[in-house]
């Protein structure tokens, strides 16, 4: 049995469950994904939208540019995912999202060009 992996928003109306094992965990150091989370820098937990069910209330999406969606909660205003016409089979749940998100480690830097310089995800 593949294992599962229970997230929420802060309010907890919605939720999802993922299942198995992410295609990729990666650290997104770019200037939208600092606005849209607040923090310095967000960490994506990558599954194939076909592992993912998402229950509860409806989550809103914020284009933030083409073909960009941002997943939120608008009741709690808590950041939960990031969706490409790019990668369209794909979603991207943010990693505090998680209700363990200790059980996944970021492998990957991505957009390293506009890193804030003390922010060290990876290193040493
Ligand atoms: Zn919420
Ligand atoms: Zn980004």
């Not at 997230?7 to 198995?20: H, K, P, Q, V, Y």
């Not at 209330?57 to 941002?70: A, I, K, M, T």
């Not at 794909?90 to 996944?104: A, E, K, N, R, S």
Request: net charge negative; charged share 20%; with cysteine.
């Amino acid at each position: 049995m593949k294992t599962k992996h229970q997230g929420s928003c802060l309010c907890g109306n919605i939720r999802l469950e993922a299942t198995g094992t992410p295609s990729s965990i990666v650290a997104c150091h770019c200037k939208d994904c600092r606005k849209h989370t607040g923090a310095p820098v967000a960490v994506f937990v990558d599954y194939p939208k076909s592992q993912v069910r998402f229950m509860g209330e409806h989550l809103d999406q914020y284009e933030s540019s083409d073909g960009v969606y941002r997943g939120f909660c608008k009741t709690c205003g808590s950041t939960m995912t990031y969706q490409g016409e790019n990668l369209p089979d794909m979603v991207h749940i943010h990693l505090g999202v998680f209700d363990h998100p200790d059980t996944f480690k970021p492998t990957e830097d991505e957009n390293t060009q506009s890193k804030l310089p003390w922010v060290c995800i990876l290193g040493p």
